[in-house]
């Protein structure tokens, strides 16, 4: 519908779900519509030779509210018309009263008889998954790749027949180009739906072989490949949907939905991002953490190096976590970026790293000194075991505190109740 098109109240027409818009922020507006229209036609409210053509009013606009009202039928009507309901009216010669201009009428549009303007429905949307590196990510990237895709029939422009072949109602659907179908979703349960005729593939119209379009054979559309090209921002995140507009497969009597791409951040060797935030290990052997060092100590996502130069006498310990401001992933507009967060990761030397024990003399002498020794009456000496895993504390020894023991509170008495006796 054009802009210069008639309205009803605050939103236009064609806002209602039955050409695509949004019905349940309408609700009011069509019971007031079909209150109004069906106080209009009452058979008791006009005089008595006019109450045939009344009661037939009424009746229409009755089947209008209810067709609205739902959205299966809304869809069914809004591509079949009313052959949906009642074949027989299909054709010319059909109904006393025409469905459509009880539908204009109600919403205060004058048709002039040509019926209620329908846009075509919109066809499936067609989404994927796209993988990419955290590379890709903060450089951004351009993908461009063949599709293939259905598109209407240029030749037969998606009727499926011939030139001036007369069309035949599918003798399967009636015409009305969906059928009923019973689907199991669980043990004794069926649900009822309403599919496409896979007869004349939701056409309502059917052609013998001879009459069939030659280039599509029937199927009123052609395959054909699609040169498309789709765009990453730099900066975006795990689960942005890239949209491809109405590059979907398209269908007859339809607006082709579009390709949705959604992103798959694939993880990383290096770097860990939330947000617009990195993060990595800073690996640094024990003289570094003790004396200082300067170096590049990673590359970036872009292949830079990032240089720090850690002075002496400021000793990095275990754990200890540096932020770079402005070193994380780049925002979508400007050229703000996150920060960088690097964790200290002490690279201690190997047992026996040195041979000669004046070495270990020295070492002493430049490191602090140990902790006074303790004073204690008796003094055991143990062997010890290293390298062993702290959550193995408690193991074998029935405390409810060793790996989350406890189980629910008691309903009773809010006894806590031991998982292991």
Known sequence: MDSGGPSMGPT?????????????????????????????????????????????????????YEILRDE???????????????????????????????????????????????????????????????????KGKTVKFAANKRVVCSQCKGSGAKDKVKPQQCDRCKGVGMQEAYRQVGPGLVRKEVLPCDHCQ????????????????????????????????????????????????????????????????????????????????????????????????????????????????KIMRPTEVIKIAGEGMPLKRGEAKGDLFLIVKIDFPENGWLKDEKEYEVLQTLLPPPEPPIDAEEVDEVEYESDVDIEEMGANSGDPRFAHGWEDMDEEDGAPQCATQ
């Open 12 to 64: 236009d027409p064609e806002d209602i779900d039955l050409y695509g818009g949004h019905l349940s922020d309408l609700q009011n507006d069509i019971k007031k519509a079909y209150r109004k229209a069906a106080l209009q036609h009452h058979p008791d409210k006009v005089p008595e030779e006019q109450r045939p053509e009344s009661e037939a009013k009424f009746k229409a606009v009755s089947q209008a």
């Open 72 to 138: 299966e039928k809304r869809h069914l009507y809004d591509t079949h018309g009313m052959a949906a309901f009642d074949p027989s009216r299909a054709g010319p010669g059909g109904a006393e009263v025409d469905l459509n201009d009880i539908l204009a009428q109600m919403f205060g549009m004058n048709m002039g008889g040509a019926g209620m303007p329908r846009r075509p429905r919109k066809g499936p949307d067609e989404e994927q998954e796209y993988k990419v590196t955290l590379e890709e990510l903060y």
């Open 202 to 313: 939701g056409s309502g119209m059917y052609y013998k072989e001879k009459d069939r379009c030659k280039k599509c054979k029937g199927k009123r559309t052609t395959e054909e490949k699609k040169a498309l090209e789709i765009y990453i921002p730099r900066g975006s995140m795990q689960g942005e949907r890239i949209v491809l507009e109405g590059e979907a497969d398209q269908h007859p009597d339809q607006t082709p939905g579009d390709i949705i791409f959604t992103l798959v951040e694939e993880p990383h060797d290096v770097f860990t991002r939330i947000g617009n935030d990195l993060s990595a290990d800073l690996n640094i052997t024990l003289a570094e953490a003790l004396s200082g060092f300067s170096r590049v100590v990673l590359k970036h996502l872009d292949g830079r190096g990032i240089h720090i130069d850690h002075p002496r006498g």
